[in-house]
């Protein structure tokens, strides 16, 4: 019972932290208004151990790489918890079990960048319903612009079908070839096991 309540933390923890430095690392590259509230919550909550990190790891072209580093270090600390909550602590001297915690911890960050996606299209379409000019729209606007652009010629009835089409895409990429990389690296654990 308390290795499972220990599990259910260390999951639920990293992986609002992760979308924290997720969202951070996509709101600089989409160029999000940072006057909203959203915008300088995620920017206070994460401060504390991005700016140390930016001093050590510069940007990559104007990408803020240290934000990126860390959501997939945060990760891999998850990753390698767990595992060490379930597995003998002998078994991170194999090589093996480190390549599948960092590929698994890239995946992990891929997974939580198109949830984050998903979350932003879902929330901005129930606003386009409800109150097309809340604050938040051009934070939201902003964020999903990129990857709804391509499916705007999607209007049936005067009803824009892009946001369906691209939660339809991302759902697919997360059932399939995220999900097969994933079982396959898993698998690679069991064996070691």
């Not at 932003?120 to 409800?130: E, F, G, N, R, T």
């Not at 964020?143 to 499916?151: D, G, Q």
């Amino acid at each position: 019972m308390f290795f499972e309540t220990l599990q259910f933390l260390i999951k639920t923890l990293s992986g609002l932290f992760v979308l924290l430095l997720l969202l951070r690392f996509y709101l600089q590259v989409a160029h999000a208004p940072f006057k909203h509230p959203l915008c300088q919550f995620v920017v206070a909550a994460t401060n504390f151990v991005v700016l140390p990190l930016r001093k050590l790891v510069p940007a990559i072209r104007g990408y803020d790489s240290a934000t990126l580093l860390l959501a997939w270090l945060v990760s891999l600390l998850a990753h390698s918890l767990l595992l060490l909550l379930t597995a003998v602590p002998a078994l991170f001297s194999y090589p093996q079990v480190w390549v599948a915690l960092t590929v698994l911890s890239i995946l992990s960050v891929f997974k939580q960048s198109l949830i984050l996606l998903m979350g932003a299209v879902i929330v901005q379409a129930i606003l386009s319903w409800i109150s097309p000019y809340n604050p938040l729209s051009p934070v939201l606007d902003s964020l999903t612009r990129p990857f709804l652009r391509p499916f705007r010629q999607a209007i049936v009835g005067g009803v824009d079908l892009s946001p369906l089409i691209l939660l339809l895409i991302i759902q697919i990429i997360l059932m399939w070839p995220v999900q097969m990389v994933e079982n396959s690296f898993m698998a690679q654990l069991r064996v070691i096991f």
